[in-house]
Nanobody, 123 residues
Framework: QVRLVESGGGSVQAGGSLKLSCAASALDAPYKLFTMAWFRRHPEKEREAVAEIEYEGEITYADSVQGRFSISRDNGKNTLYLQMNSLKPEDTGMYYC???????????????WGRGTQVTVSS
């Protein structure tokens, strides 16, 4: 199992910024081959995919964060990032990174998950 460790969460006021990191280790394949993503879960909502960066670099964002969040990766450091700007109270939640090697024809199958880092945005 790949080990994923998130960091960078915290409490900010609306309009502020945070940058999350996700360090990967115990890899069973080269990091550059993994498709990586950030998910979040608010206590009162279902888990939501926030941003995804495929192994070849294609990026997708949830409509709710488009234009405010930016996902990136450093394959030399086995690290995934999420730059979050113009934060809103509704961005509050636990943020998880996840890794996938397999595609089922419609979605990437996220096999490995971190334990999450909490983001709290106050109004």
């Amino acid at each position: 199992q790949v080990r994923l460790v998130e960091s960078g969460g915290g409490s900010v006021q609306a309009g502020g910024s945070l940058k999350l990191s996700c360090a990967a280790s115990a890899l069973d394949a080269p990091y550059k081959l993994f498709t990586m993503a950030w998910f979040r879960r608010h206590p009162e909502k279902e888990r939501e995919a926030v941003a995804e960066i495929e192994y070849e670099g294609e990026i997708t964002y949830a409509d709710s964060v488009q234009g405010r969040f930016s996902i990136s990766r450093d394959n030399g450091k086995n690290t995934l990032y999420l730059q979050m700007n113009s934060l809103k109270p509704e961005d509050t939640g636990m943020y998880y990174c996840a890794a996938a090697l397999q595609w089922d024809g419609n979605h990437w199958l996220y096999r490995d998950w971190g334990r999450g880092t909490q983001v709290t945005v106050s109004s």
